[in-house]
């Protein structure tokens, strides 16, 4: 796994015995669940949170996303998700992730996700609607 930089932000979680399947691995929709929990990590790292963007009347949905299963993990394993920016372009923005599994010493999942900004239910620029947090994220690249 490669380190933190200033660019990436690094989210801790041990898997959870609720998170797993039958097989008593972690069931495949929990990635998901973790890609949203470091990305709002990371964001409060960039000192602009979620949920200030939020009070704003600015969300960020989802718009694309992909996850590719490596590795399995199990319950009571502790993961590392790096996260860093992808692509910008001030109408879209899209994120990395790399699951390491310090239990085994494993990178067990990777993953990006895609996300458009939406205000009244209309597509922004947020170099005009939030000029700050555009910067904070070009910044970032």
């Known amino acids: 796994m490669k380190e933190e930089s200033e ?3 690094t989210y801790y979680r041990k898997a959870q015995y609720h998170e797993t399947d039958q097989m008593g691995i972690i069931h495949h929709s929990n990635y ?3 890609m949203e929990e470091a990305r709002i990590g990371y964001m409060s790292r960039m000192g602009f949170s979620y949920k200030k963007v939020e009070e704003l009347g600015v969300i960020s949905p989802v718009v694309e996303i992909s996850v590719a299963y490596r590795k399995q993990v199990f319950f009571d394993d502790e993961i590392r998700i790096r996260i860093g920016i ?3 372009n001030g109408i879209s923005l899209e ?3 790399e699951f390491f599994n ?3 010493n494993e990178i067990c999942t990777t993953a990006y996700s895609r996300h458009c900004f939406l205000k009244d239910g209309k597509l922004i620029a ?3 609607e939030l000029p700050e947090l555009n910067r904070i994220i070009t910044d970032c690249l």
């Open 32 to 34: 998901v669940k973790w």
């Open 95 to 97: 994120f990395n992730y």
């Open 86 to 88: 992808k692509q910008y």
């Open 126 to 128: 947020l170099k005009k």
């Open 7 to 9: 660019k990436t932000y």
């Open 102 to 104: 310090a239990s085994r």
